[in-house]
């Protein structure tokens, strides 16, 4: 079926904002799946990566670098492979906090991930899934570069707890969140205990993973009969005493660390989640002005309390306003996000919630029109000029850093907000320059991420256009930048092709290079 | 990486057909040095909520001693013992300063250094996310905080700072909420390496024609991202190769011991001695949250703080009389500790003002007390002083005009007499 211009318009939308643009070897595949063979694919992904995806994940090393401490361990100053599928007791193992061991090691698979996320935002046939896998990363944010034991448990958050669930169902994956190695560190339920119990987690799991801050009746602090709707059992938000009281109720979820439960019992050393009944507080609680009796079975407290933060219609609002604010701009209209946060409410029951949400915005004529919005997130920015250009790419630390002086430090935002949604975060004086940095550091291979080598796109290229300044004109057409022939003859001026030259000559590829990442520098390109 | 100067860079712009008079900013940037004796506003976040309770600790109040396990306090005896503040805020009562803060000790004894207890937010939030941008912003109610878009310094700095081409500097990575809103203001988490053109000159001429016309906030972030950090690369000095010189602090101080803290301060440093008409700088130490294990996280935050603002003030000695530095937080923590060795979300804090003029060496504020009838609710050290009292008096002294509208709804019933 021939696609139409306003399909073509869709389906280009679709890949900008739903993916990092489309690459020239899998244009026309993607113009012959449209906008339904596109989204049916990238709604329902395999399990696991697509075979190219695979086989260069398969061949990415990572600088791990430290010095000898005498008695404890040797230097090390190797590039060695990721490693992503190690299960978790294997790693804890090895992580024994009695053993001597640096910091870096107990870190890899925190490297293994950062490593795979850029890998696979350039070459991840199922696009969608990395934006997804990013949007839930930064809602239930771990920061990764707090805690070793984090950073060490990140493969295992990375593929059984976000990848696996950020199609699926909310209510699995805020309890694989919950019982999470990550989240329990990062959050300090692990050491949560009968008697006073650590508020860290309860209170975000209120204010950021479920009902949001405009839930929080702060001014009623205890006083729980004056929340309206607290009489029927349907109190319209939370106040303090409900995350005091939900902070009880987790108590006992931790981690088998290796330590002492008691005197005579100690947990294994496994990393794996598990429930400590006598570091339970049993006692009846009130969550959200429902009353909960002493001493259930194991779990069911923790269990009740995210039921009844799931079914809450304020977890609803906050969700889909956190989704639209994602996938569709700041400037979504409410009744977009009220009729979301509807279809929110309806399928929290359904295994394909989000992959059903995603779809009802991804089709909506709101999505269509809030091109341009956006402003892409530096590994966004990173991803499309890479794969646009054709150019072969390996992640580095280097880039990493860069891509943190750009303002998106790869799980490593410093509070349980994530990396904030708002384009004022990417827009700063040094996050602007950061962006064009980037842009002409992948050229340059700054950061070794890419073969120095001219590239056959290059070559192309150079074979295919006359002078400098139709190759730059070219350029700013892939970007979809519209360019005046003075604004051609700048830039191919600042990337040192004599303008008028033809053809573009012996060195010209280099030349054409920095022509398309000064192209690529444009406002235009800078927003999806 | 060539620098361009004022000319070059207007003469990059005519060769790019862009017309300076579309761009007012270049106009009255300035490119020569402009030495000033104005105040300069630093303003130091401490991320996380930090337990003012275990930073300055009624060390012998019973009520105190009854409600927290002894690693979570400051001790009045013993090897571990803390700094006694003179001028305490209440009589009877042993105000301790954390042990590892000496140099703070030092700052208070010079009378530098002024405390601020017991302060924070009227509004009774123990979230986080709300609570800095309530104080961000300026504000003190969520009604408040939904109608304002900017924040408190960079309304300050436009009701009744100096004009100058670069106002305002954030030393971090994006711009602090205090300064939202702000035109002239830059990020950067470390100048020690100059700011020079992204791709050299002639990229910038090409940068300058895509973003010189360009409408909205792209534009206007690409228009500033070419200006402002010109104003600041000029000003670090390279050797003959073109590479910057490491910053060489004066009297001898040392940053060796700021930890984290220590390339902020050194580009704030920097910043001041600079001299380019900045009127305010903030910068940001995180990791306050101390939810677990606190008294070891607490030390390791406080030691280099302390050694920091210390150097810090050294380093500045010819400037005392031009700087004000304002530490806050967006809560303290409370009372009583949990289970994991930590302390979970409280109301009132520590604030603190840090002056050449400042009348330091005191408290300011009441002390409302640790009994349970005290308590705000029965859990938290109760907030006495609203954390706009001491900004409005800051701002007051830093510009030289009336402040309290600044802060929406705040009725502003004068100074503690901090200056």
Same mark, same amino acid.
């Given at each position: 079926?021939?696609?139409?211009?306003?399909?073509?318009?869709?389906?280009?939308?679709?890949?900008?904002?739903?993916?990092?643009?489309?690459?020239?070897?899998?244009?026309?595949?993607?113009?012959?799946?449209?906008?339904?063979?596109?989204?049916?694919?990238?709604?329902?992904?395999?399990?696991?990566?697509?075979?190219?995806?695979?086989?260069?994940?398969?061949?990415?090393?990572?600088?791990?670098?430290?010095?000898?401490?005498?008695?404890?361990?040797?230097?090390?100053?190797?590039?060695?492979?990721?490693?992503?599928?190690?299960?978790?007791?294997?790693?804890?193992?090895?992580?024994?906090?009695?053993?001597?061991?640096?910091?870096?090691?107990?870190?890899?698979?925190?490297?293994?991930?950062?490593?795979?996320?850029?890998?696979?935002?350039?070459?991840?046939?199922?696009?969608?899934?990395?934006?997804?896998?990013?949007?839930?990363?930064?809602?239930?944010?771990?920061?990764?570069?707090?805690?070793?034991?984090?950073?060490?448990?990140?493969?295992?958050?990375?593929?059984?707890?976000?990848?696996?669930?950020?199609?699926?169902?909310?209510?699995?994956?805020?309890?694989?969140?919950?019982?999470?190695?990550?989240?329990?560190?990062?959050?300090?339920?692990?050491?949560?205990?009968?008697?006073?119990?650590?508020?860290?987690?309860?209170?975000?799991?209120?204010?950021?993973?479920?009902?949001?801050?405009?839930?929080?009746?702060?001014?009623?602090?205890?006083?729980?009969?004056?929340?309206?709707?607290?009489?029927?059992?349907?109190?319209?938000?939370?106040?303090?005493?409900?995350?005091?009281?939900?902070?009880?109720?987790?108590?006992?979820?931790?981690?088998?660390?290796?330590?002492?439960?008691?005197?005579?019992?100690?947990?294994?050393?496994?990393?794996?989640?598990?429930?400590?009944?006598?570091?339970?507080?049993?006692?009846?609680?009130?969550?959200?002005?429902?009353?909960?009796?002493?001493?259930?079975?194991?779990?069911?407290?923790?269990?009740?309390?995210?039921?009844?933060?799931?079914?809450?219609?304020?977890?609803?609002?906050?969700?889909?306003?956190?989704?639209?604010?994602?996938?569709?701009?700041?400037?979504?209209?409410?009744?977009?996000?009220?009729?979301?946060?509807?279809?929110?409410?309806?399928?929290?029951?359904?295994?394909?919630?989000?992959?059903?949400?995603?779809?009802?915005?991804?089709?909506?004529?709101?999505?269509?029109?809030?091109?341009?919005?956006?402003?892409?997130?530096?590994?966004?920015?990173?991803?499309?000029y890479?794969?646009a250009m054709g150019y072969?790419?390996?992640?580095?630390?280097?880039?990493?850093?860069?891509?943190?002086?750009?303002?998106?430090?790869?799980?490593?935002?410093?509070?349980?907000?994530?990396?904030?949604?708002?384009?004022?975060?990417?827009?700063?004086?040094?996050?602007?320059?950061?962006?064009w940095?980037?842009l002409i550091g992948l050229t340059q291979n700054y950061?070794?991420?890419g073969i120095p080598e001219p590239t056959e796109t290059l070559k192309a290229w150079n074979a295919k256009v006359g002078t400098g300044v139709e190759a730059t004109a070219e350029f700013f057409r892939l970007f979809?930048v519209p360019a005046n022939e003075g604004l051609v003859n700048q830039t191919s001026m600042a990337a040192g092709l004599v303008p008028f030259a033809s053809p573009v000559g012996a060195d010209g590829e280099k030349h054409l290079a920095v022509a398309a990442a000064v192209a690529a520098m444009s406002?235009?390109f800078?927003?999806? | 990486m060539p620098q361009m100067?004022?000319?070059q860079i207007?003469k990059a712009l005519a060769a790019a057909g862009v017309?300076?008079?579309?761009?007012?900013?270049?106009?009255?940037?300035?490119?020569?040095?402009?030495?000033?004796?104005?105040?300069?506003?630093?303003?130091?976040?401490?991320?996380?909520?930090?337990?003012?309770?275990?930073?300055?600790?009624?060390?012998?109040?019973?009520?105190?001693?009854?409600?927290?396990?002894?690693?979570?306090?400051?001790?009045?005896?013993?090897?571990?013992?803390?700094?006694? +503040? $003179?001028?305490?805020?209440?009589?009877? =009562? %042993?105000?301790?300063?954390?042990?590892? #803060?000496? *140099?703070?000790?030092?700052? /208070?004894?010079?009378?530098?250094?002024?405390?601020?207890?017991?302060?924070?937010?009227?509004?009774?939030?123990?979230?986080?996310?709300?609570?800095?941008?309530?104080?961000?912003?300026?504000?003190?109610?969520?009604?408040?905080?939904?109608?304002?878009?900017?924040?408190?310094?960079?309304?300050?700095?436009?009701?009744?700072?100096?004009?100058?081409?670069?106002?305002?500097?954030?030393?971090?990575?994006?711009?602090?909420?205090?300064?939202?809103?702000?035109?002239?203001?830059?990020?950067?988490?470390?100048?020690?390496?100059?700011?020079?053109f992204v791709g050299g000159a002639n990229v910038s001429t090409a940068l300058w024609s895509m973003y010189g016309?360009?409408?909205?906030?792209?534009?206007?972030?690409?228009? +500033? $991202?070419?200006?402002?950090?010109?104003? =600041? %690369?000029?000003?670090?000095?390279?050797? #003959?190769? *073109?590479?910057?010189?490491? /910053?060489?602090?004066?009297?001898?101080?040392?940053?060796?011991?700021?930890?984290?803290?220590?390339?902020?301060?050194?580009?704030?440093?920097?910043?001041?001695?600079?001299?380019?008409?900045?009127?305010?700088?903030?910068?940001?130490?995180?990791?306050?949250?101390?939810?677990?294990?606190?008294?070891?996280?607490?030390?390791?935050?406080?030691?280099?703080?302390?050694?920091?603002?210390?150097?810090?003030?050294?380093?500045?000695?010819?400037?005392?009389?031009?700087?004000?530095?304002?530490?806050?937080?967006?809560?303290?923590?409370?009372?009583?500790?949990?289970?994991?060795?930590?302390?979970?979300?409280?109301?009132?804090?520590?604030?603190?003002?840090?002056?050449?003029?400042?009348?330091?060496?005191?408290?300011?504020?009441?002390?409302?007390?640790?009994?349970?009838?005290?308590?705000?609710?029965?859990?938290?050290?109760?907030?006495?002083?609203?954390?706009?009292?001491?900004?409005?008096?800051?701002?007051?002294?830093?510009?030289?005009?009336?402040?309290?509208?600044?802060?929406?709804?705040?009725?502003?019933?004068?100074?503690?007499?901090?200056?």
């Open positions: 079926m021939p696609i139409t211009a306003e399909n073509r318009d869709h389906l280009l939308q679709l890949t900008n904002r739903l993916g990092y643009g489309i690459r020239a070897d899998e244009y026309s595949e993607i113009m012959g799946q449209g906008v339904g063979g596109w989204l049916d694919e990238q709604l329902k992904p395999p399990l696991g990566d697509d075979s190219n995806t695979a086989e260069r994940l398969g061949k990415v090393s990572w600088h791990i670098k430290y010095d000898a401490v005498e008695n404890k361990w040797p230097a090390l100053d190797e590039m060695r492979p990721i490693a992503l599928n190690k299960p978790i007791e294997e790693i804890w193992l090895a992580f024994d906090p009695q053993k001597p061991m640096s910091g870096a090691e107990r870190a890899f698979p925190r490297s293994s991930v950062i490593a795979a996320t850029m890998l696979r935002s350039v070459y991840s046939r199922y696009q969608l899934r990395e934006v997804m896998a990013q949007f839930w990363h930064d809602h239930f944010h771990v920061n990764a570069f707090a805690d070793d034991p984090i950073a060490a448990s990140m493969a295992n958050y990375d593929r059984d707890v976000i990848r696996k669930h950020c199609l699926g169902n909310f209510r699995e994956m805020l309890e694989a969140v919950a019982t999470s190695t990550a989240m329990l560190y990062y959050l300090s339920n692990r050491s949560s205990r009968a008697g006073a119990a650590n508020e860290n987690y309860a209170r975000e799991l209120f204010e950021l993973h479920t009902l949001g801050r405009d839930a929080y009746l702060n001014d009623r602090y205890d006083r729980w009969r004056e929340v309206p709707g607290a009489a029927t059992g349907h109190p319209e938000g939370y106040i303090d005493q409900d995350v005091y009281e939900a902070a009880r109720a987790f108590t006992g979820w931790t981690v088998e660390d290796g330590g002492s439960i008691d005197g005579g019992r100690k947990l294994p050393l496994t990393g794996h989640f598990t429930y400590v009944e006598n570091w339970h507080d049993g006692y009846q609680k009130r969550v959200l002005a429902t009353e909960f009796d002493p001493f259930d079975k194991p779990m069911a407290d923790g269990r009740r309390v995210l039921d009844l933060l799931v079914e809450h219609p304020a977890t609803s609002r906050h969700m889909a306003e956190k989704i639209c604010r994602r996938l569709v701009g700041p400037s979504v209209p409410p009744v977009f996000v009220a009729r979301i946060a509807e279809a929110w409410q309806k399928t929290i029951k359904a295994p394909d919630q989000i992959a059903q949400i995603v779809r009802m915005i991804a089709e909506s004529p709101e999505f269509i029109q809030s091109r341009g919005s956006k402003v892409k997130r530096p590994i966004a920015l990173m991803a499309q890479v794969r072969e790419f390996t992640p580095t630390e280097g880039l990493f850093n860069q891509l943190a002086n750009a303002g998106q430090k790869l799980f490593g935002a410093p509070t349980p907000v994530g990396l904030p949604d708002d384009n004022k975060v990417f827009l700063g004086s040094n996050a602007m320059r950061n962006r940095q980037l950061w070794n991420t979809g406002p235009e800078q927003s999806c | 100067t004022r000319r207007l017309s300076t008079a579309a761009l007012p900013m270049i106009r009255h940037m300035a490119f020569a040095a402009e030495a000033s004796d104005k105040p300069i506003l630093i303003v130091l976040h401490l991320r996380g909520g930090c337990d003012g309770l275990n930073f300055i600790s009624p060390a012998n109040d019973p009520d105190f001693i009854a409600a927290r396990a002894s690693d979570l306090r400051v001790l009045d005896d013993g090897k571990d013992a803390g700094y006694s +503040l $003179a001028n305490g805020p209440a009589a009877h =009562i %042993d105000f301790r300063l954390h042990a590892l #803060a000496g *140099g703070l000790s030092e700052l /208070y004894k010079q009378g530098n250094l002024a405390f601020i207890h017991a302060c924070g937010l009227t509004d009774a939030t123990r979230s986080h996310f709300i609570a800095t941008d309530m104080i961000e912003s300026g504000v003190g109610s969520d009604a408040d905080l939904t109608r304002m878009e900017s924040g408190w310094l960079a309304r300050a700095l436009m009701e009744h700072g100096s004009p100058a081409a670069l106002q305002a500097i954030a030393v971090s990575g994006d711009i602090a909420g205090d300064l939202h809103g702000l035109n002239n203001v830059l990020a950067a988490p470390d100048v020690n390496n100059g700011l020079p016309n360009t409408p909205g906030p792209v534009g206007e972030a690409g228009k +500033l $991202a070419l200006q402002l950090p010109t104003i =600041i %690369d000029q000003k670090v000095i390279r050797d #003959a190769q *073109g590479h910057t010189i490491p /910053y060489q602090p004066d009297n001898g101080a040392s940053y060796d011991k700021a930890g984290g803290l220590a390339n902020t301060l050194k580009s704030v440093a920097r910043l001041v001695k600079m001299d380019v008409g900045l009127q305010a700088i903030t910068m940001d130490y995180g990791g306050w949250d101390t939810h677990e294990y606190q008294a070891g996280r607490f030390r390791n935050l406080v030691e280099p703080m302390s050694n920091g603002l210390a150097a810090f003030w050294n380093d500045l000695s010819a400037y005392h009389n031009r700087l004000v530095v304002v530490g806050i937080t967006e809560f303290g923590r409370r009372l009583r500790g949990n289970k994991s060795g930590g302390t979970d979300h409280g109301r009132a804090g520590v604030s603190f003002v840090l002056g050449g003029r400042a009348n330091g060496g005191k408290f300011y504020g009441q002390w409302p007390g640790l009994s349970s009838a005290q308590l705000d609710e029965g859990v938290d050290l109760a907030v006495t002083t609203d954390y706009r009292r001491i900004l409005t008096e800051v701002l007051d002294h830093v510009n030289g005009q009336k402040n309290a509208a600044i802060f929406p709804n705040y009725h502003y019933t004068g100074g503690l007499g901090i200056f």
